[in-house]
């Protein structure tokens, strides 16, 4: 009798469940290469569907296909425990062979959680996820599914000697770097295991539904000479231009040079920490071909705190490479699509509009990627398979951090152990570029960076070369209100032809500008001046739209204020003539002076730094605190002028500020959880034996309940899928919601509301990152009782109504909200 995994409802075709395991299989092994692991990662492929060998699944799916009735009731159909459960039985003998153990831990948690989330192996009610399904769950038919893997997929010869090589792959991982914590190095194998096998599984099951035979691979080498090729002739039209023979001009060329001498050395974590207006995107990228092409990566992959930074980059780099098909944005996840650990009866049946979205091709395999740095952590630690499904294309890859010093502080000790695992075991290449470089490496789990990681040499000659402004500290004074910040701006503008305001939250931002447009429309500024307003209310393409007609007017020598949130400091390429900062860290002092003179075009202008009196930091202790410490320097400064280096954007003053700033912070970075008094770190990768770990508690637990055995039976005891729950980038849940702007906006709209393939899905939901806006649930409670939110494919996707929506403000919600991070989707 013919085995069924899938069934393609268009032309009835079957695929047989040996198919699907062998090539899921073979797909898997070609990911675990990069981790040297790829008979552990096939190990999961030939088995997560090994319990649809079942009568129970055969007459369901052919119920259900056929349109019968009498479904199974929900949670009825398992054919994810089978697999673990085989590998539990076999191997899970301490006595003997522990890292057989450890690979039937490993691998079998990733093959029962793969239409959800990894389960906890030990949770915080002291229970066990893990043991419950392949140990104590009832499988009617797990004899009859192990008989026929055996005698269809793999003899148990063959199988015995695959898992022995399985095992001996485990145990080389776990020896390659022995200072490093056994629960952190298998935390991150499991990590991996799961996402080679989910987006293996997925990209197989993609390929049977649409009909099409395995993609083949790409010969990124050829892609990465031909890009290199065009941007040296970019590099070389530049150098050639009139406006090249400048001081600053000359300085960007050398440290592009630089960058690329520096692509010769072997892959670690660098730093490049060229100044604002120093040209990093270049010259990262000619860094990142170069090293791509000397030591083979399959990809380059840009991770920005905002989006406003990806839509101005990728479209930069699209200019210089004249290339669309291969350069990937990936925003937000625009789709929430998850399936539940009760959903898997419906994996092999016709596929529904959420199905499509979950098989949507949306892997990170593109050779160029910018994403954002939720994102980036999100593939790591947040809850849901189609985060995790990219985690292991991101080895073997050159990864730029751009403007690093935004990751989150509650983030910083997670973010450090991600990146020493992508250094030393994935074989990627990290770069950390920003004018401002945090003290990652002075924190208690620090990043693993060599001595001489910075590229750029003589740096503080190069800082000082660069100084195109004065910082008029206004702040230390007296407070400002609204009323005396649209004055100054009113007075000052006339002199200096052209201002930008940045200020800390939204509510202050629409207040300023608001305040300036009624003075517009009193004539208060004497002649015609241009206002623009720019907050993540706004959607990407918007905020784009906006920028354009900003610099427009600048290259014109047209009177323009515009009134920001702190979206457009970080590498957005304007130039103002004068700026005005709300007071906050002085890495956000920094990057806002980066917004003025950019080019060195005027020997020298403003900064003015205020303190506004209307924000409300009260809910944004990272902006106070930074706040505090930048004002406490400048108290300094004003005492003795030589303090901290005798400037304030100095590289002693600005590693003084990180120092100062993560020890006030100490207590956040390893991403307390206060409903569990725990540290994420501690439910990730805490030892076993750690005082205050849960096997320490399941023991004192068993030993009250006088048990007979008090001992967990279990190598690894860390609580992974209740981290997941748990892990948010921004504190308050975000959702992405799609925005009828202009229309690009109402026609993606349309177009998700119709039916269509994978692929089209897959395009669709692309386009659509363009024209979303990140909202909390305060904000989508209270557009869905106004009736400003409808939702499309099957619930999963929320739009905004036209009328929800202003061509001033985007989503104008009055709220004050973490502009810093808010953006960063």
Known sequence: MQSIAHIRVSDMKVQTVERHLLEVKTLAEEYGKKLNIPHVTGLAGMLHDMGKYTEKFRTYILAAVSGAEDRLRRGDVDHSTAGGRLLYKRFHNYSKE??????????????????SYLKDFLSPDLESPYLRRVACKKLEEFDQSVEAFFTLVMSEQEFQRY??????????????????????????????VFSALIDADRTNTRWFELGEPNEPEQNVTALFQGYYDKLMAQLHSFEENKDADTPIARLRSEMSELCERFAAKPSSIYTLSIPTGGGKTLAS??????????????????????????????????????????????????????????????????????????????????????????????????????????????????IIFDEVQK???????????????????????????????????????????PEDAEMISNLDKVIDAFKRVDLIDKATERPWSTEDLASFVRDTVQEAGNILVILNTKSVVKSLYERLQAMQEQHQFGEEIFLYHLSTSMCAAHRFAILEKVRAHLEAEEKVICVSTQLIEAGVDVSFNCVVRSLAGLDSIAQAAGRCNRHGKDEMRNV???????????HLKEIQIGKELTRAMLVDMERDAKAHGGQLLSQQAMEFYFQKFYMRLEADLNNFVPKLRKNMTDLLYAGRYETDSYFQAYRKKKEEEKAKDTWLPLVLANSYG??????????????????????????????????????????????????????????LRQLDRSGGLESCLDGKVLVLKEGAYSEHFGVDLSSDSAMGFLGCF
């Open 722 to 779: 209740t981290a997941a729950k748990y892990f948010h980038v921004i504190d308050d849940y975000t959702r992405a919601v799609i925005v009828p702007y202009g229309e690009g906006g109402k026609k993606v709209i349309a177009d998700l509301n119709g039916s269509g393939t994978i692929d089209d899905l897959t395009r669709l939901l692309k386009r659509a990152q363009q024209f979303t806006v990140n909202l909390y649930e305060h904000d």
């Open 608 to 618: 003015y730094i205020i303190d506004h009196a209307e924000e409300n930091l009260k």
């Open 163 to 192: 898992v022995d090589q399985a095992a001996a792959e485990v145990e080389q991982f776990l020896v390659r770097v022995p200072a490093k914590s056994m629960e952190l190095k298998l935390m991150f194998l499991t990590k991996f």
């Open 98 to 115: 522990p890292y057989k153990v450890i690979l039937a831990e490993v691998v079998g948690n990733a093959i029962i959680s793969h239409h």
């Open 407 to 449: 990751v989150p502080t509650h983030c910083v000790s997670l973010f450090n152990q991600a990146l020493n695992f992508l250094k030393e075991y994935g074989g990627s290449s990290i770069v950390l570029c920003t004018a401002t470089q945090p003290a990652l490496q002075f924190v208690e789990q620090r990043l693993d960076m």
């Open 285 to 398: 990228l000619r860094y990142a071909l170069k090293h791509a092409l000397t030591y083979d990566k399959k990809r380059i992959i840009y991770v920005v705190p905002f989006t406003t930074i990806i839509e101005q980059n990728a479209a930069t780099v699209r200019e210089i490479l004249q290339d669309e098909a291969n350069i990937l944005e990936h925003h937000s996840n625009v789709v929430e699509v998850e399936m539940e650990e009760d959903d898997e009866e419906q994996d092999g049946l016709a596929l529904t509009a959420r199905q499509k979205a979950n098989l949507a091709k949306d892997n990170w395999d593109a050779p160029i990627i910018f994403t954002t740095m939720v994102q980036f952590l999100n593939v790591f630690f947040a809850h849901g398979s189609r985060n995790i499904r990219r985690l292991h294309n991101l080895c073997e890859a050159v």
